[in-house]
């Protein structure tokens, strides 16, 4: 590799990993399993080695990922909260071994500890004067998100310490801190997908992004009910305002964690001790083996060299300790047969191919399906149709195949030509210049038209309720819609003489899409598809630019400067608003109605004379009320069109104050946010007082 070559490479892989960084901490939708992050990440960091001149500022290889959301308050934490350095075989243990002897002097004995590695999410718990204070996520290391309330949810995260607290420290301390990592139980996961899907939402991906998304859920009632747990692993004292001293630290790392048992704080039982690099290889095998019978997600073994003192004489990089490491475990696998390739075409007209598999146990789950993601992968592994395969699901997410086994050919499996039709429309397909994704290039595929609405129509998106997988094919079928914006012009009688359907139904969906031109600003923007951009890069857009003609002339310089948007995603923004095609679906999507001149980050919008009171506002109940139960007033709000949430915020519409409204009230009326008694309910409803008097 030259020079330019290398530069390009590192801007492009340096591109990937923020991206996947975004997907998983930001989004909570990681598209790859973490070991293949971690091989992107590794490749990053060697590159980087080979060629310091070309690293001009600060990579990502030198900071650790940042889960920041601005829902939330952020506070600075009393020491930085870093990473650890992966190793991922015992030739790199081995070395890890041996430069932690020469730093501290082939003299000294070096006791190390070995224990699990949760796949959960990092949480700083502070206490003052021992009484439970701040809990903040990891944010970017410095700062932290506040999520007091949530984690004081956590059965285990106790209130207060016991008396006599301070007597676990060596010297005197006004408060502590402990981390650790906060996780999903598998059974309690499996527990809460099972009522999700019962609910009709969408099921969480697996333990480690229903915890990250748990923890920055705004209703701390919800976070109790969803069960989460935690384990401690650190714990140190703090003094004066809150700051730490290496002076005051307990001497290792074993004290830390029957300290933190003696506070009453959870701790893995699950820890061993060796003293050189064969027995921690004994350990690594040890835990590894035991990993499937754990409750918990696990993605490898922490070693960290126990003494304080050894701690602090190898010390720390910017980004993690040197007397740590993580020892991932690599991905699991499973062999089956790929019994045929199906096509997939997406939103964006992208032709997948999918892999249907003979069901195969996987980690804990049935397989039938992974993804192949695209002919290159395809050619390149020369995975056939009736061979072998060997499956993965490391991280739990989408499983994908890793390999054929040619020697298990009989000689029938024949590799799959590369499709010249789209499977769905039967136009042709091609790959773009540079891109390796086969397309359909036609812009009306049934397929394309059919995911651009269920995207628009989608939670994150419009939000249009009622508007189904099976109702947009109808519509489709029908030739009622081919894009959003024909939703606008869809007729209510001919809506209401849909089988099943009637005129309540059809006017809950009409009063759904109308709703959708006063969803938040940010919502709209992910609405419309822009390639690359999911829910945080359009709260971004919609931060920066007011109004769909200020995002359409941006220029990628402009965009490329803005937080969490790098050079590949500017460019798709300005592509995609270059385009003809995408001008007139503005248009149209403008005549519908659908931009307002100047959008507005979300803010509590009064209820003017004239609008629907129900549908499409956020409402949210307290205190009791007299004639119905909460659930009836939220069965009927939801009827008509509206939606119920748990906790007050700027994006509540009303709230409704029964009798002891406590301090929702207080915080909506802080808000300004309109609030009913149960009789302006009532008569909104149209449910006279005496009808639900129970
Ligand atoms: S010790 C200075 N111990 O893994 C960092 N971390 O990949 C000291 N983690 O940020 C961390 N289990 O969130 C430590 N037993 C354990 C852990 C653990 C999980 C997480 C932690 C850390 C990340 C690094």
Redesign the pocket.
């Known amino acids: 590799m030259n020079r330019n070559e290398a530069r390009r490479r590192l801007a492009a892989l340096r591109a990937e990993v923020e991206r996947h960084r975004r997907l998983y901490y930001q989004e909570l939708a990681p598209e790859i399993e973490d070991s293949e992050y971690d091989a992107l990440e590794r490749e990053l960091a060697d590159l980087e080695a080979a060629y310091p001149e070309l690293v001009a500022d600060l990579s990502p290889t030198a900071r ?1 990922g940042d889960d920041r959301d601005e829902r939330f308050p952020a506070a600075p934490h009393a020491r ?5 350095q ?1 190793s991922y075989d015992l030739a790199e243990v081995r070395s890890f071994d041996q430069r932690v002897r020469r730093e501290l002097g082939a003299q000294a004995g070096v006791v190390y500890t070995v ?9 700083a718990v502070r206490y003052r004067d021992g009484a439970l204070a701040a809990a903040l996520t ?1 944010g970017d290391g410095l700062r932290g998100d506040v999520v007091t309330r949530n984690v004081a949810t956590i059965a285990t995260v106790s209130a207060r310490l016991p008396r006599g607290w301070r007597g676990q420290f060596p010297a005197p301390v006004d408060a502590c801190e402990a ?3 906060v996780y999903l139980a598998r059974s309690r996961f499996a527990e809460l997908n099972a009522e999700r899907e019962a609910a009709g939402l969408e099921p969480f991906a697996n333990p480690r992004n229903a915890t990250a998304g748990t923890l920055k859920t705004l209703d701390p009632g919800e976070v109790g009910r969803r069960g989460l747990s935690v ?1 401690f ?2 714990l140190f004292p703090l003094t004066d305002g809150d700051r730490w001293t290496e002076a005051g630290d307990l001497p290792s790392h074993r004290a830390e964690l029957q300290a933190l048992a003696a506070l009453g704080l959870p701790v ?1 039982p699950l820890l061993e001790t060796a003293q050189d690099a064969d027995e921690l290889a004994g350990c690594l095998a040890r835990l590894e083996s035991r990993r499937h019978d754990l409750d918990y997600q ?5 070693i ?1 060299v126990d003494s304080a003192a050894q701690q602090q004489r190898l010390g ?1 990089t910017a980004k ?2 040197r007397w ?1 490491l ?1 020892y991932k475990f690599a991905a699991e696998e499973a062999t089956t047969r790929l019994r045929a390739i199906t096509l997939q075409v997406g939103r964006t007209g992208v032709i997948t191919p999918v892999a249907e598999l003979e069901p195969v146990a996987l980690a804990g789950t049935t397989v039938s399906r992974a993804t192949l993601h695209n002919w290159e992968e395809l050619e390149r592994k020369d995975i056939r149709p009736g061979d072998r395969v060997v499956v993965a699901k490391g991280g739990d997410i989408i499983p994908k195949v890793l390999r054929s086994l040619p020697e298990a050919r009989d000689g029938t499996q024949r590799p799959l030509p590369m499709p010249k039709r789209c499977p769905v429309c039967g136009q042709k397909a091609a790959r773009r210049e540079g891109e390796v994704a086969l397309r359909c290039l036609n812009p009306t595929c049934p397929a394309v038209l059919a995911g651009r609405l269920r995207h628009f129509a989608g939670r994150q998106a419009g939000n249009v309720e009622g508007l189904g997988e099976r109702w947009i094919d109808l519509f489709l079928a029908k030739g009622w819609v081919e894009s959003p914006a024909d939703l606008f012009r869809l007729e209510r009688g001919a809506l209401a003489a849909l089988p099943g359907w009637g005129e309540r139904s059809a006017d809950n969906l009409m009063q759904a899409i109308a709703a959708t031109p006063r969803r938040p600003w940010a919502n709209k923007i992910f609405a419309l598809g822009i390639p690359q951009v999911g829910i945080a890069t359009a709260t971004t857009l919609a931060r920066e630019y007011a109004s769909i003609d200020a995002l359409a002339r941006a220029t990628a310089d402009e965009l490329s400067g803005l937080a969490d948007i790098g050079p590949l995603v500017a460019e798709a923004i300005t592509t995609w608003f270059a385009d003809a095609s995408v001008r007139a679906f503005l248009a149209d999507l403008r005549s519908v109605g659908f931009f307002l001149a100047r959008e507005e980050q979300p803010a509590a919008r009064p209820v003017a004379p004239g609008d629907d009171p129900i549908a499409g506002r956020t409402f949210v109940l307290t205190g009791t009320l007299a004639g119905l139960t909460r659930d009836e007033a939220r069965a009927a709000i939801e009827e008509r069109g509206g939606k119920v949430a748990g906790s007050v915020s700027k994006r509540t519409d009303v709230l409704v104050a029964g009798e002891k409204p406590g301090s929702k009230q207080a915080k909506a009326a802080a808000l300004g946010i309109t609030i009913w008694d149960e009789t302006t309910l009532r008569r909104h409803l149209g449910t006279p007082e005496s009808a639900g008097d129970r």
């Open positions: 650790v930085p909260m870093l990473s650890l992966n224990e699990p590695k949760m796949d959960g999410v990092a949480i990891r981390r650790g990592e384990v692993y650190q893995n696990i993605d490898g073994a922490v960290k720390w993690a300790p740590g993580a």
